[in-house]
């Protein structure tokens, strides 16, 4: 194995998706990985959401196993309990003791955009404001297509450099999202303020799906980054010539947190908030990307990351495509991101 694959490939001076905030469900646990961290989350009392390590500091057992009592984790193996701020409360026995200060470790958590972030890197440094910006999410109340999730077993770079990089729709994605006449669009990349874009249009061709399918059409398919990890897409179609109008439902959501090195959460979405008698239609998209993805695009990365065996990316030497200049960027940026808190730290 080569010395650059031995590094980690995510900076932890960063937020990140944890999990949607409906997964969390009052008086329950959640043990989840993330950047090779075993985590357990609940909320308290008050609802709010806690992270902490999932490790009794007594004999490690996995907290996760525990159960919550009115706010407080209990530790399944000898009954230790810890409150929100990771703080022993002991376990209520008169001839138990424990040594002072024992705690377990807790992490920065934000509630926003219907998800919960969370940072594991220097605490000094969490600000809230450099949650990636994802005001389009839908609010509750009508149906939306949110709260999607899938567990990949593939590095988060690679998934990455497949939302960033829109041409292999047009190839992988044949006669389902994609075809032949996409071909012919014109790329386009830009950078502002660290958010990179990429814009894909595609005049006077082929509409692949919805209410155009079939038809000759203008359409496009752009993406940005957020660092570290979430991508918004927009798209869209009109008849040749219209002038582009964006539908406020035509916003889709990609969201990537590495829980291990060669595994990765995967959460994603669409705008739009829909009443009862256009139901049908963000569960209609929900159907298609979950097809999608299962049975396009993460098998194929799946088998890209068995194919590399754990060698760096960049020590194989790939053949770089011009079509490809967002996802290097955002690799690249990201590459940075990790040299720089390595500097840091060393």
Known sequence: MSTGARHRSYPLNAWYMACWASDLVAGSLMARTLLDQPLVFFRDEDGAPVAMDDMCPHRFAPLSRGRLEGGVLRCVYHGLRFDASGACLGNGAAYSRFPPGTRVRTHRLVERYRAIWIWLGDPDRADPEHIPA??????????ENIGNYLHVHANWLLEIDNIMDLTHVHYLHLGSLGNESMRTGEMEVSEKDGVVRAELRMPNTICPFGPLEGQLCD????????S???????????????????????????????????????????????????????????ELQNRVFLEEDNPLIEAVQQRMAGRDFWDMRPAILSSGAAAIRVRRKIAKLCRDEANTSG
């Open 134 to 143: 994802l005001s389009r999410m839908p609010e509750p109340g009508g149906h």
């Open 219 to 226: 359409q496009w398919n752009n993406v940005e980054w957020h």
């Open 228 to 286: 570290p990890s979430a991508m918004i897409l927009d798209f869209g179609a009109l008849p040749p010539g219209e002038p582009p109008v964006q539908d406020e439902g035509g916003y889709a959501f990609h969201i990537f947190t590495p829980e291990t090195e060669h595994s990765t959460h995967y959460f994603f979405g669409s705008s739009g908030s829909y009443p009862e008698e256009e139901a049908w239609r963000p569960r209609m998209i929900g």
